[in-house]
T-cell receptor, first 111, second 118 residues
Framework: GQQVMQIPQYQHVQEGEDFTTYCNSS?????IQWYKQRPGGHPVFLIQ?????EVKKQKRLTFQFGEAKKNSSLHITATQTTDVGTYFC???????????FGKGTRLHILP | DAGVIQSPRHEVTEMGQEVTLRCKPI?????LFWYRQTMMRGLELLIY????????DSGMPEDRFSAKMPNASFSTLKIQPSEPRDSAVYFC????????????????FGDGTRLSIL
C-alpha cells in the first residue's frame, strides 16, 4: 500500500497567503522529487532533493528534505492564482528501490 | 522540442474489449515509465523500462495488463480483457537514466490517455 503520506489532502488559501505541503515516508528515501499537476494536465517536474537536510529554493517555492531522509516539504510564499494545482512528492525507497508517489495536495486559491 | 506523445487522448470502450495505449518518449531518453492515476489510488507506477528492457513490473495489476517496448521510440500498454475498474488516466513518462533508479532523473510526462471502460 501507499507508504508516502502527503498532508494535507486539500488546502484552500487566500491569494497572498503562504502554503505548505508535507510528505512523510515510513522508510528512508534515496531521493525525493516534487511535481505539480494543473487541473486536467499532467505532472510537471519541479525539483529533486538528494542530500539529507537539503534545502532548495525556486523563487517563491522552498523545498526541504529532512535530516533522516524520510520527510520533505514544499512551502510557497505569497501564493498566486497561478499556483493552483496538485503538488506531488515522489520518492525512491532505499529498501526496495521502488518509486512511490504521494497522493498529492490539491491547492485552491481564493481571490 | 517534442515532448512525450501519447495516443489516444481519450478512449471509451466496452468491458471485455482489448485496449492498447501508445507512447513515444522524448528522443534520447532511455527510461520509460507507465503510470495509472485515479482519485482513489492517486498516481501508481505500473512498469518502467531502461534501454527498452523492463526493469520493474511489480506495479502491473494483473495478467490482463502487459507492456512492451520494441524500440527506443515506442512503447505500448495493453489491457486484455478490459474491465470497468481499469478506468483511469494512464500517463507515460520518460527520462534519461542509467537503470539504477536511485539516480533517477526528472521525468517528463505525456498528456495522458483518459480511459473509460463501460
Amino acid at each position: 500500500g501507499q507508504q508516502v503520506m502527503q498532508i494535507p489532502q486539500y488546502q484552500h488559501v487566500q491569494e497572498g497567503e503562504d502554503f505548505t505541503t508535507y510528505c512523510n515516508s515510513s522508510t528512508t528515501l534515496s531521493n525525493i522529487q516534487w511535481y505539480k499537476q494543473r487541473p486536467g494536465g499532467h505532472p510537471v517536474f519541479l525539483i529533486q532533493l538528494v542530500k539529507s537536510g537539503e534545502v532548495k529554493k525556486q523563487k517563491r517555492l522552498t523545498f526541504q528534505f529532512g535530516e533522516a531522509k524520510k520527510n520533505s516539504s514544499l512551502h510557497i510564499t505569497a501564493t498566486q492564482t497561478t499556483d493552483v494545482g496538485t503538488y506531488f512528492c515522489a520518492g525512491v525507497r532505499n529498501r526496495d528501490d521502488k518509486i512511490i508517489f504521494g497522493k498529492g495536495t490539491r491547492l485552491h486559491i481564493l481571490p | 522540442d517534442a515532448g512525450v506523445i501519447q495516443s489516444p487522448r481519450h478512449e471509451v470502450t466496452e468491458m471485455g474489449q482489448e485496449v492498447t495505449l501508445r507512447c513515444k518518449p522524448i528522443s534520447g531518453h532511455n527510461s520509460l515509465f507507465w503510470y495509472r492515476q485515479t482519485m482513489m489510488r492517486g498516481l501508481e507506477l505500473l512498469i518502467y523500462f531502461n534501454n527498452n528492457v523492463p526493469i520493474d513490473d511489480s506495479g502491473m495489476p494483473e495478467d490482463r495488463f502487459s507492456a512492451k517496448m520494441p524500440n527506443a521510440s515506442f512503447s505500448t500498454l495493453k489491457i486484455q480483457p478490459s474491465e470497468p475498474r481499469d478506468s483511469a488516466v494512464y500517463f507515460c513518462a520518460s527520462s534519461t537514466g542509467t537503470g539504477d533508479i536511485r539516480s533517477n532523473q526528472p521525468q517528463h510526462f505525456g498528456d495522458g490517455t483518459r480511459l473509460s471502460i463501460l
